[in-house]
């Protein structure tokens, strides 16, 4: 009986473990630009490489987050570009490679693809959002807690930037805005 009870202790435990390891659904470049094709949604794309500590640091604080996840997860499309990769990425008719992207140096520096030179990142990581027809709306450079991407997150999800005119407004929203996520 102890041993039944325990066992049922123990598999709970890892059910909760498990709920709270939800992920973000990840996907490439083209198949979010495909996807919006059928569900219009913005995209919000992590620009990273594998040799970064802040990229790193993003990923396991902030993109692990549960607050974050559900809510990137219901209003975006996710992408993860390894700013330094190979991927070959189709944006708005036009192919982007990696042409000197060497394999022995696929875990550290290498060259920078082209789809980030068009994009202009010039540090890492770099959060790129895309607007639902697929054109950059604005882009974040650097490391970001749960909360401090919640306020990015929402007011792009929310369409509020589109009512903000002055600086004076966008301040007056920034400061009134409380972050909900833990």
């Known amino acids: ?22 992920e973000i659904n990840w996907m490439t470049v083209d198949e979010a630009l495909e996807a919006q094709k ?5 995209i919000m794309m992590d620009a990273y490489t594998v040799w970064c500590g802040p990229c790193k640091m993003l990923d396991k ?9 559900a809510y990137v997860n219901k209003n975006f499309y996710a992408v993860k570009f390894n ?7 189709n944006y708005k008719g036009t192919k982007f490679t990696n042409p ?14 082209e789809f980030s030179r068009a994009l202009k990142i010039s540090a890492y990581p770099t959060i790129i959002f895309f607007n639902e027809e697929g054109s950059v709306l604005m882009n974040e450079r650097g490391y970001k807690s749960p909360q401090q991407l919640e306020f990015i ?15 004076e407004e966008f301040m007056k929203y920034r400061e009134s805005f409380v972050p909900a996520f833990k």
Do not use: C, W
Not at 61 to 69: E, G, K, L, M, R
């Open 1 to 22: 009986m102890k041993k039944t009870i325990l066992f049922l202790f123990i598999s709970l435990l890892s059910l909760g473990s498990f709920a709270q390891h939800a």
């Open 38 to 42: 059928k569900e219009p949604k913005k």
């Open 61 to 69: 604080n902030t993109f692990q987050n549960p607050d974050v996840v």
């Open 83 to 89: 700013a330094q990769g190979k991927e070959e990425v």
């Open 100 to 113: 000197g992207y060497q394999e022995s140096r696929k875990n550290s520096r290498n060259s920078s693809h």
């Open 153 to 167: 997150l929402k007011f792009l999800a929310t369409d509020k930037y589109k009512e903000i005119k002055s600086k």
